[in-house]
Structures are given as structure tokens and as C-alpha cells.
């Protein structure tokens, strides 16, 4: 059975992200070696949704995230930091807004392009649709803002930033690509990766600053497999009108088990009942570690269905 967490709420969300794994909490934490880990090492970071929900579980006790993104990394190092500077400076922020949020949206867009500034970013994270960062052909961020929102209120962004700091303290973050943080993870660590979706793999994505190249993804996989990294891959959402995304290659000898994760928030809203499935890969390092394919199915509510017909 998956890892019982009270309720998503229950982790909080440092600042809001397109993409957070937090809906799948439970079941990442469910393929964590009994006992939790001495490293847990996410490069694909974003909100870093696994890595604080294993800290607030006692499951790893180093913790090394890492992302290509440096104003969002810039920002992790000041939640850890000083998060009543953090607090602070959004606050001002979020009342200077009051007044035309519009035009302060874009205000803020233009100076954070200019300067980077990460508390900057935490108020476009806030502000823009489905707090998806977006940038353009030469790296400027230029998504829109959500006009029928603020934001969230400082009260909420105090509790939210103080308690991931809290969870997150002793906690590295570094801004950097994710090759090394894989490759080179000890063999007692356990590397989780998200990576962007998908679909855009070849050409410049404008999610995310940048895209995820397969081939040398693929390989990087592989020289991770003969170093004997424990590590998970969350590779596409498939839901069952919706099916996208390539499987990662058998001859990488991972175990690829669909979760499910319950109806998506986006289900939800329509009102339709729909069940996410998230398509997971296992090193084989991993595997062992879990007790084989049986200690794995044993751990989380995997789907029965033949990859033929998901992937
Ligand atoms: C799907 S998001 C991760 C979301 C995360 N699981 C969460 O809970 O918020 C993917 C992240 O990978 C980062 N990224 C893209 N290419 C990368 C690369 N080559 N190395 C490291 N990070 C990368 C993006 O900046 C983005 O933050």
C-alpha cells in the first residue's frame, strides 16, 4: 500500500509551480528503501515537492536539489536561508500591488528580467497562469498574469515559507544541469527526477527555460544504471483520454510501473472522474534495494495494464 501522508495539504508548497509533484507525495515516498535514506537527491527540482515531503516524513536526511533554473534555485537558497527576508520583501510586493495589479504585474515582469531577482520570481510564480514559468526565444519570462488573482496573501506565504524552510534546512541547492547529481550519486542516495514533459524534446522548450534532449537523456540514464544509482523517473502523465509521451528504452533494464495518483485536479474541475495514471521507471539498483518487482508492486497501487497499451 502507498505511503499513508495526512492529506497533500499536509506538505507544504513553498511557492506554487506548474508541474509540483506534490499530488504523488505518497506514492514516491511508498518506493523509499524502508527506513528512508542518508541522501535524497532531486536535479529536476521546481518546488522540489518530493524532497520536502520526505524531510517532513523523516525519510531522508541529506538532501541535495538541483535545477537549471538559477533565479528559482536563488530562490530555494533564500527560503533555507532567511525566510523572513523572503517573507518580507513579497509582502511588500503583494500591498505595492494594491493600487493598478496590472500594471505592477508588469512592472515586476520587466525588473525581474533585468535583475533576476528570486523574490521577484516567487511574486510572478504567484501571479502568472497556472503558475507556469514561460520564457521567450532569448530567455526572457514572459508569461501572463492571472488577472482574476493576486496572489497569495502574505499570511499565507509566511506559514507556507516558513515551514519549507524549516523542513528544508541543511539542504543544498545548487543551479546546475542534472547529469552530475545523477551519475555521480552515491550508492546509498536515491535519486528522484521529474523532468520536463515531453513533446518538445528536440527544439527549444519554452517551459522551463529550457528543453530535455532523449539521446542524451537516454544515455545518462544508462551510465547512472552501471553506476549502480538507486533512482526514479517520472516519465509522462498518461490519463486515460490522454495518452502522450515515448517509454524510455527496455535495454535500460528499468522497471516501468503505471501509479495510479486518484482524479486530477483538472478532472476534478470538469467534473469528470478521471484517474491520473503516472508512468514511473526504477533503476535496477533500486529494485534490489525494494525486494525485486514484487516488493515494488507491494508498495503502490499499480495499474494493470499492459505497455503496449499505456506508455
Ligand atoms: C516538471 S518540473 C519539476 C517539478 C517538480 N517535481 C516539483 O515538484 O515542482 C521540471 C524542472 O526541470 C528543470 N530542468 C529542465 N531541464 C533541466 C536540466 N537539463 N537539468 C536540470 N533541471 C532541468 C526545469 O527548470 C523545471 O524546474
Same mark, same amino acid.
Given at each position: 500500500?502507498?505511503?499513508?501522508?495526512?492529506?497533500?495539504?499536509?506538505?507544504?508548497?513553498?511557492?506554487?509551480?506548474?508541474?509540483?509533484?506534490?499530488?504523488?507525495?505518497?506514492?514516491?515516498?511508498?518506493?523509499?528503501?524502508?527506513?528512508?535514506?542518508?541522501?535524497?537527491?532531486?536535479?529536476?527540482?521546481?518546488?522540489?515537492?518530493?524532497?520536502?515531503?520526505?524531510?517532513?516524513?523523516?525519510?531522508?536526511?541529506?538532501?541535495?536539489?538541483?535545477?537549471?533554473?538559477?533565479?528559482?534555485?536563488?530562490?530555494?537558497?533564500?527560503?533555507?536561508?532567511?525566510?523572513?527576508?523572503?517573507?518580507?520583501?513579497?509582502?511588500?510586493?503583494?500591498?505595492?500591488?494594491?493600487?493598478?495589479?496590472?500594471?505592477?504585474?508588469?512592472?515586476?515582469? &520587466? $525588473?525581474?528580467?533585468?535583475?533576476?531577482?528570486?523574490?521577484?520570481? *516567487?511574486? !510572478? %510564480?504567484? @501571479?502568472? #497562469?497556472?503558475?507556469?514559468?514561460?520564457?521567450?526565444?532569448?530567455?526572457?519570462?514572459?508569461?501572463?498574469?492571472?488577472?482574476?488573482?493576486?496572489?497569495?496573501?502574505?499570511?499565507?506565504?509566511?506559514?507556507?515559507?516558513?515551514?519549507?524552510?524549516?523542513?528544508?534546512?541543511?539542504?543544498?541547492?545548487?543551479?546546475?544541469?542534472?547529469?552530475?547529481?545523477?551519475?555521480?550519486?552515491?550508492?546509498?542516495?536515491?535519486?528522484?527526477?521529474?523532468?520536463?514533459?515531453?513533446?518538445?524534446?528536440?527544439?527549444?522548450?519554452?517551459?522551463?527555460?529550457?528543453?530535455?534532449?532523449?539521446?542524451?537523456?537516454?544515455?545518462?540514464?544508462?551510465?547512472?544504471?552501471?553506476?549502480?544509482?538507486?533512482?526514479?523517473?517520472?516519465?509522462?502523465?498518461?490519463? &486515460? $483520454?490522454?495518452?502522450?509521451?515515448?517509454?524510455?528504452?527496455?535495454? *535500460?533494464? !528499468? %522497471?516501468? @510501473?503505471? #501509479?495510479?495518483?486518484?482524479?486530477?485536479?483538472?478532472?476534478?474541475?470538469?467534473?469528470?472522474?478521471?484517474?491520473?495514471?503516472?508512468?514511473?521507471?526504477?533503476?535496477?539498483?533500486?529494485?534490489?534495494?525494494?525486494?525485486?518487482?514484487?516488493?515494488?508492486?507491494?508498495?503502490?497501487?499499480?495499474?494493470?495494464?499492459?505497455?503496449?497499451?499505456?506508455?
Amino acid at each position: 500500500m502507498p505511503w499513508r501522508t495526512d492529506g497533500i495539504r499536509s506538505v507544504p508548497q513553498a511557492f506554487p509551480y506548474q508541474g509540483s509533484k506534490r499530488a504523488l507525495i505518497g506514492e514516491i515516498l511508498s518506493l523509499f528503501p524502508d527506513g528512508g535514506v542518508s541522501q535524497l537527491i532531486e536535479p529536476f527540482a521546481g518546488s522540489a515537492a518530493i524532497s520536502v515531503g520526505a524531510r517532513k516524513y523523516g525519510l531522508a536526511t541529506d538532501v541535495a536539489i538541483s535545477d537549471v533554473n538559477q533565479p528559482l534555485i536563488a530562490l530555494w537558497n533564500r527560503i533555507i536561508e532567511d525566510p523572513g527576508f523572503v517573507i518580507e520583501e513579497y509582502t511588500k510586493h503583494w500591498n505595492a500591488q494594491l493600487d493598478d495589479p496590472r500594471a505592477y504585474f508588469l512592472q515586476a515582469r &520587466d $525588473d525581474f528580467n533585468q535583475s533576476n531577482d528570486p523574490v521577484l520570481l *516567487l511574486y !510572478l %510564480l504567484c @501571479r502568472v #497562469v497556472k503558475a507556469a514559468v514561460r520564457y521567450s526565444k532569448n530567455g526572457q519570462f514572459n508569461q501572463s498574469a492571472d488577472h482574476r488573482r493576486l496572489g497569495a496573501r502574505p499570511e499565507a506565504i509566511r506559514k507556507r515559507i516558513s515551514e519549507a524552510s524549516r523542513l528544508m534546512q541543511g539542504a543544498s541547492a545548487s543551479h546546475q544541469s542534472y547529469e552530475s547529481p545523477l551519475v555521480d550519486a552515491p550508492r546509498d542516495a536515491l535519486v528522484y527526477m521529474d523532468p520536463p514533459y515531453q513533446g518538445t524534446t528536440d527544439v527549444p522548450d519554452h517551459r522551463y527555460l529550457t528543453g530535455l534532449r532523449r539521446e542524451p537523456f537516454v544515455d545518462t540514464l544508462q551510465q547512472a544504471v552501471d553506476n549502480n544509482v538507486s533512482f526514479i523517473v517520472s516519465y509522462d502523465v498518461v490519463t &486515460d $483520454d490522454n495518452k502522450y509521451g515515448t517509454k524510455l528504452p527496455d535495454e *535500460l533494464g !528499468l %522497471l516501468h @510501473r503505471h #501509479v495510479t495518483v486518484g482524479a486530477s485536479s483538472q478532472a476534478t474541475l470538469s467534473g469528470r472522474k478521471e484517474i491520473t495514471v503516472e508512468s514511473l521507471y526504477l533503476s535496477p539498483a533500486l529494485v534490489a534495494r525494494l525486494g525485486g518487482a514484487a516488493g515494488v508492486e507491494a508498495r503502490v497501487n499499480v495499474v494493470p495494464t499492459s505497455d503496449d497499451t499505456l506508455f
